[in-house]
């Protein structure tokens, strides 16, 4: 099948939110919503596929009208904006979290838990709404961890000391640990911040997608998916239709169905859409 009749074919478009469907404010572009307007009004539908928390995506959802469900937390959940009913969430075990806890005081690492709507940290940890990358996310101090172990879906080292986020993360690998993904990078934003994130396995933006359009009842031959980071990688793993913007790294950009030759403060979104609306309405 030609490109033309896969875009002709689309249904469902789930979008990355930073660095994709938001320009450098965070902003989405007058341009972008006109079209995603013009493609709700025959049929097709929206969803988001990010690393924010669900909280910090129903701004975004209502703005677009949008009234599909949300991945949120690089597939830690699925969350139906609209009626607020969770179709996937994966918890982290207590004895990780607990574990995590006693680490992060040996080694003198800044530690979050992030839940679905706000991300969890203590006096000892006051740093960390300064130095986390989390966009649109509520920060809340508490008194301690310890009534916060049930329902995390994704923990946060964060240190200036490379070597230290290094060791815990060796000590989260198997064989020490079992059940666990974990994320080790260097901030974009933040000169010597090192980030170790631990989400349980079976969590990824691309399992998160075959859950939604199996909800949906949506092939994924109908669904298209367009993102610019490394944590999109397995959203392009999927047999989705693949769109990668001008700003998109390296890698996604070679496993892609289809380069847009602008960024996501060029309207690089809109210009995706227009094809696909193209394509839809074409005599």
Known sequence: MNIENKLKNINLVVFDLDGTLLDMTGEISDKTKQVITELENIGVRFSFASGRLHCALTGY??????DTPLISLDGSMIK??????TI???????KHIKRAIKLADRYLVNLALCHADAIYYTETNTVV??????FGAP?????SYNAFTERTLELIFASDNKASIKLIKDK???PFTSGLNSTHYKSQ???GIYYLELRRRGSSKGKALLRLIKKLNIPIEQTAVIGDWYNDLSLFQTKALKVALENAVPELKRMADILIDKDNNNNGVAE???MVLKAKTKK
């Open 61 to 66: 959802a209502k703005e677009l009208n949008i």
């Open 129 to 134: 709404p300064q130095i986390l990358d989390k």
């Open 189 to 191: 934003k933040y000169g």
């Open 139 to 143: 920060y809340e101090e508490i008194p």
């Open 272 to 274: 995706f859409l227009e």
């Open 88 to 94: 996937y969430e994966s918890f982290i075990k207590e």
């Open 80 to 85: 139906d904006y609209a009626e607020g009913k």
């Open 172 to 174: 989260f690998a198997f």
